[in-house]
């Protein structure tokens, strides 16, 4: 079993900064792609970002240019740097990562919430 652990999320202005970060642990074997999605009130969950193993990045088009996402293989880290934050940037934001040996859908974090507000 896996286990995500998030943190970063909080209350920023429009404009503003904020930096995830999802911690896996546990029986890792390898991990390939790792990802971040996410959820705004009444609307369906979609993918942000993500990156593989080899560090191809995919963004979602309202993001690139504002959102980069990295990972350190050392520490099983992902990370989302979130700049030029938009008040359609709230959702609650998981983390995802697909490891080899584990489901098909991959391991899910319990989710942080980002809200852009002034």
């Known amino acids: 079993q896996v286990r995500l652990v998030e943190s970063g999320g909080g209350l920023v202005q429009p404009g503003g900064s904020l930096r995830l970060s999802c911690a896996a642990s546990?029986?890792?074997?390898?991990?390939?792609?790792m990802g971040w999605y996410r959820q705004a009130p009444g609307k369906e969950r979609e993918l942000v970002a993500e990156?593989?193993?080899?560090?191809?990045?995919n963004y979602l088009d309202s993001v690139k240019g504002r959102f980069t996402i990295s990972r350190d293989n050392a520490k099983n880290t992902v990370y989302l740097q979130m700049n030029s934050l938009k008040p359609e940037d709230t959702a609650v934001y998981y983390c995802?990562?697909?490891?080899?040996?584990?489901?098909?859908?991959?391991?899910w974090g319990q989710g942080t919430q980002v809200t852009v507000s002034s």
């Open positions: 995802n990562v697909d490891e080899v040996a584990g489901p098909a859908a991959g391991y």
């Open positions: 546990g029986r890792i074997f390898m991990i390939a792609a």
């Open positions: 990156i593989t193993s080899t560090g191809t990045r």
